[in-house]
Nanobody, 116 residues
Framework: QVQLVESGGGLVQPGGSLRLSCRAS????????MRWYRQAPGKDRELVAH????????NYADSVKGRFTISRDNANNMVYLQMNSLKPEDTAVYFC?????????WGQGTQVTVSS
């Protein structure tokens, strides 16, 4: 089972960029499918982006398609979410999630606030 720790959140102006990082510890990271979720106040947790264990396949929510990019570095047990052209509606706590069959791992979340 992996353990996940997110970093890189913060306050950014509309139109700005942030890169979130998720560091995994433990074994078998390179066979986990990885996802980024987000949860805004008063809303359900939303799947933002998915990347396969190899990194060859990615999927995005319609709300972030063309603006966000998920990537991974299996050699260093890292997953990233590059967020460009940020909007106030992107404000949320962002969570890293790892899936391996019935196993799931979650990070503690990192706050992203988009405001002028």
């Amino acid at each position: 089972q992996v353990q996940l720790v997110e970093s890189g959140g913060g306050l950014v102006q509309p139109g700005g960029s942030l890169r979130l990082s998720c560091r995994a510890s433990g074994s078998m990271f390179n066979i986990y499918n990885m996802r980024w979720y987000r949860q805004a106040p008063g809303k359900d947790r939303e799947l933002v982006a998915h990347i396969s264990s190899s990194g060859r396949s990615t999927n995005y929510a319609d709300s972030v398609k063309g603006r966000f990019t998920i990537s991974r570095d299996n050699a260093n047990n890292m997953v990233y979410l590059q967020m460009n052209s940020l909007k106030p509606e992107d404000t949320a706590v962002y969570f890293c999630n790892g899936i391996l069959g019935a196993l799931q791992a979650w990070g503690q979340g990192t706050q992203v606030t988009v405001s002028s």
